[in-house]
């Protein structure tokens, strides 16, 4: 039998230890939490997509009688920035979440549908894409959705 360890490096900042540009994502996140349409679960996410040239596109979860109907943050924020600016690549993703008249202490991290679609725009693009999630204890940054997805399958997996 064989072992191997997969780690990976999480930085956790203060609002005010990020760079000019993450800050306005994170902030951009956070307004789009208002954007939600969170009927049943009450639940409120906002993701923000900063692209290549500087570009911010947002999105937030929307929700569905039909419950599988509906989708996260950070996929409406993709899927809008990929449909709208197909040839630009998209270099970071911020991610709040609003409930109960609060921000969270401790942030959220993207489901694994979620997950799997950030990958795919980082293989589409050819480059990681830093991912800032945002807590009222701090930001928790990783440079790729490879630290948050060990054992990744991509299409080169087809290979
Ligand atoms: N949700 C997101 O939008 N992003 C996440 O990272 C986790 C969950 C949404 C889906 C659903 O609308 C609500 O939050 C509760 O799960």
């Known amino acids: 039998m064989k072992q191997y360890d997969i780690t990976a490096s999480v930085c956790v900042y203060q609002p005010d230890e990020l ?8 902030r951009a996140a956070m307004e789009a939490t208002r954007t ?3 009927p049943y679960s009450r639940f409120c996410v906002g993701a923000a997509a900063r692209l290549a040239d500087g570009q911010v596109v947002t999105g937030s979860n929307q929700e ?3 419950f599988p109907s509906g989708l996260c943050a950070e996929r409406t924020a993709l ?3 990929n449909a709208q600016h ?4 998209v270099v970071a993703l911020a991610i709040a979440a609003f409930t109960q008249g609060h921000f969270l202490s401790d942030p959220i991290s993207p ?3 979620c997950r799997q679609v950030i990958l795919e725009v980082e293989d589409r693009y050819g480059q990681p894409i830093r991912i800032l999630l945002y807590g009222t204890e701090g930001v928790h940054v990783v440079d790729s959705v490879k630290a948050l997805l060990p054992l ?3 299409s080169a997996s087809m290979k």
């Open 36 to 38: 939600s349409y969170a």
């Open 79 to 81: 899927f809008a920035a």
């Open 19 to 26: 760079s000019a540009d993450d800050q306005q994502l994170v």
């Open 152 to 154: 990744y399958f991509v």
């Open 111 to 113: 489901c694994g549908a």
């Open 86 to 89: 197909p040839d630009t690549p």
């Open 64 to 66: 569905n009688a039909a």
